[in-house]
């Protein structure tokens, strides 16, 4: 699979990634063997960029990321893992003392000495404009804690500020055919400073795979049943925000888009791998079979024109006025 580099680390990753706040937990129950089998699929077909958090599951996607490479240490696996979501959301709680705190465990949770990518996970808008949080992040680096770090974040002017930050590897957005603001200013941005770009939800949850109706329903401890209206956490990580009955009405037109050959799931993703400045693409997935398909949009040819136009199309008219504005 292609491997695209961070520009600012020299780290490298396959183009197709893998998310892992799944195999933690709000998606429904993931149990240890079919995550395992998950991540040794996932590796086989060419993927070294695994995407968690130290909020997912509580540590247990960091632990099982750790037992896989336990049994792999020649995978050749980069491990993205992010923090702060498990303390009130102040910006106080961004301190070294924190950091040093989060990252050590982290470190155990994962089994090693020095982190790959740390990101701060989608804090506080001010965190993003302190120095003092970045000198923090730089600490962590001399101290050989983590050997870069970079951003998750929420909006696009949140991106625009962490790019400006030298120090910033990696910007962390939501992009997918149902998001595309980050097109306009983001991407360009990071390019241009060397920073990478992890997109994730880029399947806005699910709602590009094309197999959900209105009637469709999902498990109670699944953030798609509790999270619609951003109960729980920022809106726009669950459907993309999108409204899901207009969501399922925009995906059924994207669908007609796909080429022939493809799966709906295949063309979003390889819309979203073929953006310039995008470095890696992380889906979930909760199956063998569900990490095949996905890779295997790296092997798509670009989608023409005609297809590009007609997503943006689609955006304009069914997407754009709920989420546009927003993020």
Sequence with gaps: MEQ??????????????????????DWGEVGEPAALAVLDAAAEAGVTFFDTADVYG????????????????????????????????????????????WTDRSRANLGVDT??????????????????????????????????????????EEALTAVARPGTASVQIILNPFRLKPLERVLPAALAAGVGIIARVPLASGLLSGRYTEKTEFAPDDHRTYNRRGEAFDQGETFSGVDFATGVAAAGKFAALAPEGATSAQTALRWVAQQPGVTTVIPGARSPEQVRA?????ALPPLPEATLAGIRRIYDERIRAQVHHRW
Aim: glycine share 8%.
């Design 4 to 25: 695209r580099v961070f520009g600012r680390s020299g780290q490298r990753a396959s183009v197709i990634g893998l998310g892992t706040w799944q195999l933690g937990a």
């Design 58 to 101: 509580d540590g247990r996607s960091e632990r099982l990321i750790a037992a896989y490479l336990r049994s792999r240490p020649d995978a050749g696996i980069t491990v993205a893992t992010k923090m702060g979501r498990r303390v009130p959301q102040a910006p106080e709680q961004y301190s070294l003392a924190n950091f040093r705190a």
């Design 115 to 156: 982190l790959d990518l740390v990101q701060l996970h989608c804090p506080p808008t001010a965190v993003f404009s302190s120095d003092e949080v970045f000198d923090a992040l730089d600490t962590l680096v001399a101290e050989e804690r983590i050997a870069a770090y970079g951003v998750s974040v929420e909006t696009c």
């Design 294 to 298: 996905n890779v295997a949009a790296a």
